[in-house]
């Protein structure tokens, strides 16, 4: 790599430091995708409940980052920085006053990838039904089809 020059001083007064992939880092608050854990919406933020995965990604990982929009109205974030203060995790609130993210948390981790394919957390958890309920509901659903056919 060669030497900076004073037309590089130039640039990285007028412009800042260079930085790898703004769009992606403004999107994730500072963060690049690959470091992602998990991420929420600004509306998943703003519900009354703190999301599962989140309170167990912090207590399983105590190297991970948390990043607030600071677009977000302290009063919903509040839950999210006792939960971070909590399980001893540094948190970030995060306000770029030329972009507004549509993320309302990332947790991710500072110095290395782990390239998750899903970082997502949907807002309505799928409810997981045991087998032998499915079983029992498609046999009340074929009586009830015997009776109404009588």
């Given at each position: 790599?060669?030497?900076?020059?004073?037309?590089?001083?130039?640039?990285?007064?007028?412009?800042?430091?260079?930085?790898?992939?703004?769009?992606?880092?403004?999107?994730?608050?500072?963060?690049?995708?690959?470091?992602?854990?998990?991420?929420?919406?600004?509306?998943?933020?703003?519900?009354?409940?703190?999301?599962?995965?989140?309170?167990?990604?912090?207590?399983?990982?105590?190297?991970?980052?948390?990043?607030?929009?600071?677009?977000?109205?302290?009063?919903?974030?509040?839950?999210y920085v006792q939960l971070a203060n909590s399980n001893n995790i540094q948190y970030t609130l995060v306000t770029n006053k030329d972009y507004n993210s549509d993320l309302g948390l990332v947790l991710a981790f500072d110095h290395h990838a782990i390239d998750k394919e899903d970082i997502y957390i949907s807002k309505t958890p799928k409810p997981v039904v045991p087998q032998q309920q499915i079983k029992e509901k498609k046999g009340l659903l074929s009586r009830l089809k015997k009776t109404f056919k009588k």
């Open positions: 790599m060669s030497k900076p020059n004073v037309d590089d001083y130039l640039q990285q007064g007028i412009h800042g430091a260079k930085e790898t992939k703004p769009e992606e880092r403004r999107k994730f608050l500072g963060t690049i995708r690959e470091r992602v854990l998990w991420a929420l919406s600004q509306s998943q933020v703003r519900e009354n409940k703190v999301y599962a995965e989140i309170q167990e990604a912090c207590k399983k990982n105590n190297e991970v980052h948390m990043y607030l929009n600071g677009h977000i109205n302290y009063r919903f974030l509040s839950k």
